[in-house]
C-alpha cells in the first residue's frame, strides 16, 4: 500500500520492541466480542489510477456548470477564481498545517488569518473578524446565538428575505437554546418593506437579522431597520450571501450593523457540490469578547520581532469548555486562505469592477428578459442576481432547461417548498462568468418552453 | 551530552550570538522578512484584468458604496512570492513529523485534490436540478456505504461540517429522541468525563443540556462505579471518547452502554480517535448510539491550517429517524435529496448548514477510503498503533508514560520525568520545534499534569520514529543536566521566537489599521 512505510520487517521488529507476539496483543483491552477477525466486506485497495477513473465515472453522471450555460446562485456563485489561488492553496506548507497551536512554526497561517480578518473587516465596513466560520447559514445562526448572549434577550426577529437555509440553521440552533424567532413571509412580487420588520423589534429582541441582497435578490437599506433596532435595545445583524456585491453596495458596517454574518465562497472557492464554504463573521471591537470562533491577534517575540497568535481563547471550548461563546473548532482556514489571495489579487479596482461586471451583467439580462412573453421582472434593485415570475411553474421549466444542457437558476420553491403562491418564481443569477452566448442560449430556450 | 554531538549543530554557525544578527533587509537566508499586504499595496496596480465597466445606479437601491474598501492593488508576481513566503513559515504534515495528539496528522495524498477538482464534481452547483447531479448523489451515498459498513451502524448524516459540528448534530438527535418520547424536559443531565475534548461540554451547553463530569480512574479510564452512580432518571445521556484522549480503549465499553441504555438514556462516541480501530472494531458493536467521523483526521482531508473539516455522524436505530435534512435516498428513478423537513417520512430535527455537506472533503475521504480498501484501512489503523506503542516502550524509560499497559493511536506522557529540572512541558515542545519537529499536544487531557499526547499516525516510518526517539532522548538527557536555558530559549531556529500571548489578550490588535495621515 503506497501510503504506508512499514515493510513486514520494520512491523515484526516493532512488535518484538514492544513486546507482543502478535498484533491482536496491542488491542487486548478491546472486548473479544468487538474485535473483528477480519476486514470488513468493502472492496481492496487500489492504484492511483484506478482511483481517478472511479471518480471520473462520478463526474461523468454530472451536468457541469462549466460546460453549460449557468444561471444559478441563491448563496452560491460561480466565478472566476485565477489560477495563481488554486495553485497557492496547495502548498503543502498551507495544506497540510494543523489550527497554528505553535505560533513559531505557523507565522504564515496566522499572517495570513490577520489578513483574512483585515479584509473582511474593510468589505463589509466592521471594526474586527473573526478567522472563519463553517460557512454563511452556520454564522449566522452563530451571530443570533452572540446577540442572545450580549442582550440577554431570547427573542430573534429574521426578516422573511433571509436564505431559507440560514433561517432553517438559526432556527435548529435557537430551539436548543429556547430562542424564539419570528420570520414573517417575504412578498417578492412587492419591493421589500423596512416598516414589516421594524413593526415586529420590541423591548425583548436580541436581534434582527437582515440579509442584503435578500433571498429575492433585492437591495435593502438597513439604516431604518437599524435605527429602529438600536432604539429598543436591539442588535442588527446583516447577512450577506454574495460578497462580491460588497464592491458595489454599502457595507452593512456604514449601515448601523452590530454583527455581519456572510457566505464567502464567491472569492477563492469551488462550488463544490455545497461545501466547504467559508463563512465571514464581524463585529464592533465593543462586542468582540462575544464573538465566536478563531481570532489572530497581533503581538512581539521576545526579540521584540512582530509576530501573530491565536488570541482571546478564554472565549473558546478548549479553555471554557461549557462556558465557551460556541462548541467550534475547526473552522475554514484553508477557503480563507483562498479567499485572501482572491482578494488580494482582485485590490480595490479588481474588487470593484468585478462587482460592476456582475450587475452589469445581470442588468443586461434582465432587459433581455423581460422581453419574453410570460417572463416578468418582479426587482427593482438587485445586485446580480434577480427574481422573475414565469408563466408556467418555475421547477418544470428549470428541468426543461436542463434538457437542452442549460442551468437556468433556482426555483423559489426548491427553497421554499409550502409557498406554493411561488411556484412560477425563478432566481436568476448573472455573474462575470457569462458570456453574452450564454444569455442568448438562455433567452432562446425560454422562448421554446414558455 | 554524547547525543547532542550527532548531526548538524543545533545552533548557527557563529554560536547562539548569530540569532540576534540583524540582517540589512530584515531576511535571513531563506527566512525571509514579509510584511502584511496592506503595507505592500500601491494604486494602480493589479492582479487580474477585468474590463472597466460603468453601471447606472438605477437598480442598486440607492445603496451605491461610497467610500473605497481600502484594499492595497498588487500585480500577480507580488501576490505569489507574498504568500509563497508566508507559506514558508509553516510547517505541515508535507514538511515533517507532526505528533500532534489528537489531531491525526497523516499524509494527505495528492490524487484527492486532483478529484476534487475534477470537471463535474469541484464545479457542481449544490442547487442544479438532481436530475443533473446523479453522481454526486451516488458518490455521497458511496461515501456513506463506506462509513456505515466501517462503523456497523445502520445510518449516517452527512451534512456537519467539522467534528464538534458533529457533536452538535448527534446531540440534537438525541435532544430530539427525547422530545419524541415526552422525557426532553426531565432528561436535561449529560454525563462527560473529565478527559474529554473540550467541544463536548460546549456542545452539550449549546443544545441546553448541563454538564455533570465523570472522574477516571488510576487507569486512565471511566470510573465505572462512579459513572453507574451518576446514573439517574434526569440523564440524556454521555458523551464518550473511546479511544479515550489518553490513548487508551475503554475496556468497559460495552457495559457502560449497556449501563446508560438501561438507564434511559443514550450514548454519544466522541469518534475522534477512530483512526486506533477502524478495520478492527465497529462501534456499532459496541452498543453507541452516534458517533461523528473526523473526515480530516481519519481519513485524510487536509487540516489546511484549521479546516475546512467535515464530521459526519452514524446514528442507530433509535437515532436515524431523527437525522438532520438535507439526505440522499435511493429508489428505481434514481438518486434523490430530501432537503426539508415536510418532505422527509422520518422526523428530522432540523437543518445543520446551508446546502448538503462538505462535498469537497466527501471527495477526497472517499478517495482515501477506496486507496486503501478494507484490507489497507485495516493496516493503516494497526501501524498507527503500532508506532504510538513503538514510540511508548522507547520512550518509557527516560520520559514518564502516564498509564501502563498498550495504547491506541496516541500515546499520553506527563511531565513527572521533568520535576526538579526547571523545564517545562512547553518548553520541552518549543526545543523539539528547534529540532525540526512538530511537538505534541500539550497540556491535553487535563487528568494529568502537564500533559504531553504524542500521535505518530501510520505515514511515519520507523527511520523518523527512530530518529525522533533519539532527539528525545538527548533532549530529556539535557534537561536532567541542568541546562534548564536552553529550554527557556528555544526556540532560537525558527521566524519568531516565543510570542507573547499574553499581551496579545490584554489588548488585542485583530487587524490592520491604515497609519494615520
Redesign the interface.
Known amino acids: ?6 515493510t513486514e520487517k ?2 515484526k ?3 518484538e ?4 507476539s502478535t ?1 491482536e ?7 473479544a ?4 477477525d477480519e ?8 492504484g ?1 489510477m ?3 477513473r ?14 453549460a450555460p ?1 444561471f ?1 446562485g ?3 456563485y ?1 466565478h472566476h477564481v ?1 489560477a ?1 489561488v ?24 496566522l ?5 483574512f ?3 473582511v ?3 463589509t ?1 466592521m ?3 473573526n ?2 466560520m ?5 454564522a449566522t445562526a452563530e451571530a443570533v ?1 452572540m446577540a442572545v448572549r450580549a442582550t440577554r434577550r431570547h427573542r430573534a426577529v429574521l426578516a422573511g428575505g433571509l ?1 431559507p ?2 433561517f ?2 438559526t ?3 435557537a ?4 430562542i424564539d424567532l419570528v420570520h414573517p413571509d417575504s412578498d417578492p412580487t412587492r419591493p421589500a418593506d423596512p416598516a414589516s420588520v421594524i413593526d415586529l423589534i420590541d423591548e425583548q429582541t436580541a436581534c434582527v437579522v437582515v440579509q ?1 441582497p435578500d433571498m429575492f435578490g ?4 438597513l439604516r431604518p431597520i437599524a435605527e429602529a433596532a438600536h432604539a429598543r435595545g436591539a442588535l442588527v445583524v446583516a447577512v450577506t450571501t454574495e460578497v462580491v456585491s ?6 452593512p458596517g ?1 449601515q448601523g450593523a452590530d454583527i455581519v454574518a456572510a ?1 464567502g465562497q464567491s472569492l477563492g472557492n ?9 463563512g465571514l463573521f464581524a463585529t464592533t471591537s465593543k462586542l ?1 469578547r462575544q464573538m465566536p470562533g ?10 521584540g ?1 512582530r ?3 491565536l ?4 472565549r ?9 461563546t ?10 480563507a ?1 483562498a479567499f ?2 482572491h ?12 462587482a ?2 456582475n ?2 451583467n445581470a ?1 443586461k439580462l ?1 432587459d433581455m428578459l423581460i422581453g419574453i412573453d410570460g417572463v416578468e421582472l418582479m ?5 446580480n442576481e434577480f427574481t422573475v415570475k414565469l408563466s408556467k411553474p418555475a421547477e418544470q421549466v ?2 426543461a432547461l ?1 434538457e437542452r444542457g442549460i ?1 437556468g437558476g ?1 426555483p423559489i420553491t ?2 421554499l ?2 409557498r406554493d403562491d411561488l411556484a412560477n418564481f425563478l432566481l436568476v443569477t448573472v455573474t ?1 462568468t457569462n458570456s453574452d452566448a450564454d444569455m442568448d442560449a438562455l433567452v432562446l430556450a425560454l422562448e421554446e418552453i414558455l | 551530552m554524547a547525543d547532542m554531538s550527532q548531526g548538524r549543530s543545533n545552533v548557527p554557525v557563529g554560536g547562539s550570538q548569530a540569532t540576534a544578527q540583524k540582517t540589512i533587509s530584515g531576511s535571513k537566508g531563506l527566512d525571509f522578512a514579509e510584511p502584511l499586504i496592506f503595507e505592500m499595496g500601491e494604486d494602480g496596480r493589479t492582479g487580474v484584468d477585468l474590463p472597466d465597466v460603468s453601471v447606472s445606479d438605477d437598480r442598486l437601491g440607492g445603496m451605491r458604496r461610497k467610500d473605497a474598501v481600502g484594499l492595497p492593488g498588487l500585480s500577480e508576481p507580488q501576490v505569489v512570492r507574498h504568500y509563497t513566503r508566508l507559506s514558508q513559515k509553516n510547517y505541515g504534515i508535507d514538511s515533517g513529523f507532526y505528533p500532534l495528539g489528537s489531531c491525526t496528522m497523516k499524509h494527505n495524498p495528492r490524487i484527492n485534490e486532483k478529484v476534487a477538482r475534477m470537471k463535474g464534481l469541484g464545479d457542481l452547483h449544490p442547487l442544479q436540478p438532481t436530475s443533473t447531479a446523479q453522481g454526486a448523489l451516488e458518490l455521497i451515498d458511496t461515501l456513506a456505504t463506506w462509513i456505515k459498513t466501517l462503523c456497523g451502524m445502520p445510518a449516517v448524516a452527512m451534512s456537519p461540517a467539522a467534528g464538534a459540528h458533529g457533536e452538535l448534530c448527534g446531540m440534537m438527535a438525541i435532544k430530539a429522541a427525547l422530545e419524541d418520547r415526552g422525557e426532553a424536559d426531565v432528561r436535561k443531565r449529560v454525563l462527560v468525563p473529565e478527559s474529554a475534548h473540550g467541544t463536548n461540554p460546549a456542545t452539550a451547553a449549546a443544545c441546553g443540556f448541563t454538564v455533570d463530569s465523570i472522574p477516571a480512574t488510576d487507569r486512565g479510564r471511566v470510573d465505572f462505579d462512579a459513572f453507574k452512580a451518576k446514573l439517574g432518571p434526569d440523564v440524556a445521556g454521555i458523551m464518550l471518547t473511546n479511544p479515550n484522549t489518553c490513548g487508551l480503549f475503554e475496556n468497559e465499553v460495552i457495559d457502560i452502554a449497556d449501563a446508560i441504555h438501561d438507564a434511559g438514556g443514550y450514548f454519544y462516541c466522541d469518534g475522534a480517535n477512530f483512526n486506533a480501530i477502524v478495520g478492527r472494531v465497529r462501534p456499532g458493536d459496541l452498543g453507541i448510539d452516534c458517533m461523528h467521523l473526523n473526515l480530516h483526521k481519519t481519513f485524510s482531508t487536509p487540516h489546511g491550517g484549521g479546516g475546512p473539516g467535515a464530521g459526519p455522524v452514524v446514528l442507530s436505530e433509535a437515532l436515524a429517524p431523527f437525522a438532520p435534512v438535507p439526505y440522499v435516498v435511493h429508489d428505481a428513478d434514481g438518486f434523490k435529496m430530501v432537503e426539508h423537513k415536510a418532505d422527509s417520512d422520518a422526523k428530522p430535527f432540523g437543518r445543520l448548514k446551508g446546502n448538503h455537506g462538505q462535498m469537497g472533503v466527501f471527495i477526497r475521504a472517499l478517495a482515501f477510503m477506496i486507496s486503501h480498501g478494507s484490507d489497507g484501512l485495516r493496516q493503516a489503523s494497526t501501524d498507527a498503533v503500532l508506532n504510538a506503542n513503538y514510540l511508548r516502550v522507547k520512550l518509557q524509560d527516560v520520559m514518564s508514560v502516564s498509564f501502563d499497559g498498550m495504547c491506541m493511536h496516541e500515546v499520553l506522557f506527563d511531565d513527572h520525568f521533568l520535576k526538579d529540572t526547571g523545564v517545562t512541558t512547553l518548553d520541552f515542545a518549543k526545543a523539539m520545534i528547534d529540532e525540526g519537529f512538530h511537538p505534541m499536544t500539550m497540556y491535553f487531557p487535563l487528568v494529568v499534569h502537564g500533559a504531553l499526547l504524542m500521535e505518530p499516525t501510520e505515514s511515519e516510518s520507523k527511520e523518523t520514529l527512530d530518529l525522533y526517539i533519539e532527539t528525545l532522548r538527548g533532549l530529556n538527557e539535557r534537561a536532567q543536566s541542568g541546562d534548564a536555558q536552553f529550554f527557556k530559549d528555544a526556540p532560537v531556529l525558527t521566524p519568531r521566537r516565543r510570542l507573547d500571548e499574553t499581551a496579545a489578550a490584554r489588548k488585542p490588535v485583530l487587524r490592520w489599521t491604515p497609519p494615520a495621515e
Request: hydrophobic residues 40%; aromatic residues 8%; glycine residues 6%.
Open positions: 500500500m503506497r501510503y504506508l512505510p512499514h520494520d512491523r521488529a516493532m512488535l520492541a514492544i513486546g507482543a498484533v496483543d496491542m488491542f487486548c483491552d478491546v472486548p466480542q468487538a474485535l473483528l476486514p470488513v466486506d468493502l472492496p481492496s485497495f487500489v492511483e484506478e482511483v481517478e472511479t471518480f471520473a465515472d462520478f463526474a461523468a453522471k454530472n451536468l457541469s456548470p462549466s460546460s449557468s444559478l441563491a448563496g452560491a460561480r485565477p495563481t488554486d495553485y497557492l492553496v496547495q502548498r503543502g506548507e498551507f495544506l497540510t498545517a494543523y489550527t497554528p497551536y505553535q505560533p513559531e512554526v505557523s507565522q504564515g497561517t499572517q495570513y488569518l490577520y489578513e480578518q483585515t479584509q473587516a474593510l468589505m465596513g471594526e474586527v473578524a478567522a472563519s463553517y460557512d454563511g447559514a452556520t446565538m436564505h437555509h440560514y432553517d440553521v432556527k435548529t440552533s430551539h436548543s437554546l429556547n442584503s433585492r437591495v435593502i437599506d460588497l464592491g458595489l453596495l454599502e457595507a456604514n457566505e469551488a462550488l463544490s457540490y455545497g461545501g466547504p464554504y467559508v468582540v478563531r481570532v489572530t491577534g497581533e503581538t512581539q517575540d521576545v526579540e520581532e509576530g501573530w497568535v488570541t482571546l481563547s478564554t473558546e471550548q478548549h479553555i471554557r469548555r461549557e462556558k465557551a460556541s462548541n467550534i473548532c475547526t473552522n475554514a482556514g484553508l477557503c486562505l485572501t489571495i482578494a488580494s489579487l482582485l485590490g480595490e479596482e479588481g474588487l470593484s469592477r468585478l460592476r461586471i450587475h452589469a442588468c434582465a426587482n427593482d434593485s438587485f445586485f428549470v428541468e436542463a442551468l433556482v426548491r427553497l417548498p409550502e462575470e
